[in-house]
């Protein structure tokens, strides 16, 4: 043992170590650049060839990752790509970056997980380490990756090293990056652990062990079930302010000046994107089979889940108070992304206030700087000028993208209902706010 935990240190230390990343999406991308940039030789293994082809001719598809780095990068040889699996053998390192979606049963689809481990099974030799970044149950690791990884006959703690590490890239953040959010990495072994430790603090600014993947796995759900629990608890405040006319976004603000034991988060349209949505339902789905139910997550999931109902519902009332009925009216919504200054419209409650009006007869455009089209239940949808505001009967804030000329629209607008508190200081009664 003693032999190939030597062998690799002395590989990582010297980084010769020959690193592996699979999955290069918006965490394993900005992964193998932190690698390559520490002067590892890096290899990105992807299934998609024009992924694999971009990375090769230095183009950037990762906001976080500019192009000019990537190309300087690729240039000097220390990092390429591929889709070609059997380089795992001559590699020491790979971290596993692949997606972790919920089935629309709420069920984990661990199916790239899978996939991706019994690809590299094929090719594990004696003394690699073997890092799964993906957000995952707790056990994951211990009970679907080592397994597979163990197939061939190699021993992990003494043949190869196995640890989770969860990932926690927050896309377009200008202050915290993949090189400076302090890295948590629990292994299945003590000596595992010491090797995930060694490894990611010859890239990374600031390294946090613990004692075992399944804590690290914990982590990762523990932060972003804290996320969705507490904007449920927001939206509730929003639903019982509303109903005794208390403005919810003062109570927030005011409450924000409590300098401890207090983090405002904000009512929103409802809850969007591919991880406070979906990470919370892992540790449900796994606590459950442990025959405990996770209470606040599925109530939290409810509340979140309630907000698009509760927005066009607002909306309705918006119109009728101006004698307008929701069908035959012109609804124009502002923003579709998931959140603002991006552009990504997964999981995105604007697709669901926008289905739910549609289906109460009403006329839908949408703008949105940053998504140029989308797809409404199979009918394509493209984005309108933002002076479409002065011809609808209703504009609806859902996304408060910062490029959005806010007092402008308030004026144009004959009728707005401010869901992220967008027109903070305008008063107007054409204003409606959650
Ligand atoms: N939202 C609210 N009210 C809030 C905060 C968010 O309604 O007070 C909504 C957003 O509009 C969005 C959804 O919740 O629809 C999720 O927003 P988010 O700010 O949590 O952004 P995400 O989904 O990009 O979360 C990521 C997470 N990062 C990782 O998992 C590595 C999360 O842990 C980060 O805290 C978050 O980014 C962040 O802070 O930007």
Redesign the pocket.
């Known amino acids: 043992m003693q032999s190939a935990v030597h062998a690799l240190e002395e590989k990582i230390r010297s980084r010769q170590a020959k690193v592996g990343v699979v999955g290069l999406g918006y965490v394993g991308l900005p992964l193998a650049v932190e690698f390559a940039k520490a002067g590892f030789g890096v290899t990105g293994i992807d299934l998609s060839d024009s992924k694999t082809a971009r990375v090769n001719a230095g183009e950037s598809y990762v906001g976080d990752v500019p192009s000019s780095e990537l190309a300087r990068l690729v240039e000097s040889g220390k990092l390429s790509a591929t889709t070609d699996f059997s380089v795992v053998r001559d590699l020491e390192t790979v971290n596993i970056c692949v997606p972790t979606p919920l089935r629309k049963t709420k069920d984990p689809d661990m199916s790239y997980i899978v996939s991706a481990c019994g690809e590299i099974a094929k090719y594990l030799h004696a003394g690699m380490l073997i890092i799964l970044e993906s957000?995952t149950y707790p056990g994951t690791t211990d009970e679907l990756v080592l397994p597979t990884l163990e197939q061939g006959g190699l021993k992990v703690g003494r043949d190869f090293f196995l640890c989770f590490s969860p990932?926690?890239?927050?896309?377009g953040?200008p202050k915290y990056n993949t090189s400076n959010i302090p890295k948590v990495v629990g292994g299945v072994t003590a000596a595992c652990t010491e090797m995930g430790r060694q490894f990611y603090s010859q890239a990374l600014e600031n390294v946090v062990a613990v004692s075992s993947t399944r804590v690290a796995e914990m982590v990762?759900l523990l932060?972003?079930t804290f996320?969705m629990i507490n904007?449920g608890l927001?939206?509730e405040m929003a639903m019982m302010c509303d109903r005794i006319g208390i403005d919810v976004w003062e109570v927030i603000e005011a409450a924000a000046t409590k300098p401890f034991g207090f983090m405002p988060?904000?009512?929103?349209p409802?809850?969007?994107?591919?991880?406070?949505p979906i990470?919370p339902f892992y540790l449900s789905w796994k606590t459950k089979q442990a025959g405990i139910e996770a209470r606040f997550i599925e109530l939290a999931g409810y509340i979140n889940g309630q907000m698009p109902h509760f927005v066009v519902d607002k909306i309705q009332n918006a119109l009728n108070d101006h004698g307008k009925p929701v069908k035959g009216s012109h609804i124009h919504i502002l923003g579709v992304a998931?959140?603002k200054n991006i552009d990504d419209v997964r999981e995105?409650?604007a697709l669901d206030i926008m289905v739910l009006l549609k289906h109460r007869g009403a006329r839908i455009t949408y703008s949105d700087p940053y998504v140029a089209s989308l797809d409404l239940e199979g009918e394509r949808l493209d984005g309108e000028d933002v002076g479409m505001v002065a011809q609808a009967d209703c504009t609806a804030i859902v996304t408060d993208h910062s490029v959005f000329n806010f007092p402008k629209i308030a004026e144009q607008a004959k009728l707005v209902l401010d869901t992220r508190n967008a027109l903070k200081g305008i008063d107007s009664a054409k204003i409606v706010r959650l």
Request: charge should be neutral; charged fraction near 25%.
């Open positions: 957000t990932e926690r890239v927050d896309p953040n990762k932060e972003n996320r904007i927001a939206n988060f904000y009512p929103g409802g809850l969007g994107g591919h991880c406070i990470d998931y959140k995105s409650p």
